[in-house]
């Protein structure tokens, strides 16, 4: 899981209520992702940052909102507006933005979120 | 649409035995290949990154192979031991030259048991 930490581990929450996602990083990395995984589909990109205060929509960023206020955290919220927010949760970082060919991108633990 | 495709969905094999998990890919433009290690209930681990010009790269018991052009990679594991089972992710990165940034698609895993 390299130098990125997720918390917490598991997280239920009832529906209609919003819900945060804490990532934090310690490698120095510019670049940070929230993805969703969901039983037998591949991983789904919400949104992504470049640099503090700057975060761009994935391909599934409706019901979702991050925020960048500093350089180590990435913290995702699902919202009630998320229509189906029960998941597994992973954040990633990167030295740069767009990964490379000699960059990949270093993975959390993840956070499984059940609403109930 | 740029789409990445894992055979077998899951696969079954006994301690010490070789096997070979498939990925075929139409991204493009083709920028690298990457293939990763999930544990259950944790995050990807990467395994190997490939370039255009590599036909093979490993990782101790871990060997992938790429051929740019049928657009496939290959995963082989030698000797499987029982810390080998997991879900192994083909993910294959296109640089979008109007973006002026790579977009990563990831294929939706094989799943990998080894017993006794």
């Known amino acids: 899981d390299g130098g990125i930490t997720q918390s917490p581990k598991y997280l239920f929450r009832k529906e209609g209520q919003n819900v945060t996602l804490s990532c934090e990083q310690n490698?120095?990395?510019?670049?940070m992702y929230w993805y969703r995984q969901d039983p037998g589909q591949g991983l789904r990109l919400i949104y992504y940052?470049?640099?503090?205060?700057?975060?761009q929509k994935g391909d599934i960023a409706e019901g979702y909102s991050v925020s960048r206020e500093k350089k180590e955290s990435f913290p995702l919220t699902v919202t009630s507006a998320q229509k189906n927010p029960t998941a597994f949760y992973l954040c990633?970082?990167?030295?740069?933005?767009?990964?490379?060919?000699?960059?990949?991108?270093?993975f959390g633990p993840g956070t499984r979120l059940t609403v109930l | 649409k740029n789409q990445v495709e894992q055979s077998p969905q899951s696969l079954i094999i006994l301690e010490g035995k070789n096997c070979t998990l498939q990925?075929?890919?139409?991204?493009?433009?083709?920028?690298?290949l990457r293939w990763y290690k999930q544990d259950t209930g944790r995050g990807p681990v990467s395994l190997t990154i490939?370039?255009?010009?590599?036909n093979t790269k490993s990782n101790g018991r871990y060997t992938a192979t790429l051929d740019a052009d049928t657009k496939q990679s290959s995963l082989h594991i030698t000797a499987s031991q029982l810390s080998d089972s997991a879900s192994y992710i083909c993910?294959?990165?296109?640089?979008?030259?109007?973006?002026?940034?790579?977009?990563?698609?990831f294929g939706k895993g094989t799943k990998l048991s080894v017993i006794p």
């Open positions: 990633a970082s990167s030295p740069l933005l767009e990964p490379t060919s000699t960059d990949t991108q270093y």
């Open positions: 490698l120095n990395h510019d670049a």
């Open positions: 940052s470049q640099i503090v205060n700057d975060f």
């Open positions: 990925c075929n890919y139409t991204v493009s433009p083709f920028s690298n």
């Open positions: 490939m370039t255009f010009s590599e």
């Open positions: 993910v294959v990165s296109a640089y979008r030259s109007g973006a002026g940034s790579y977009q990563l698609t």
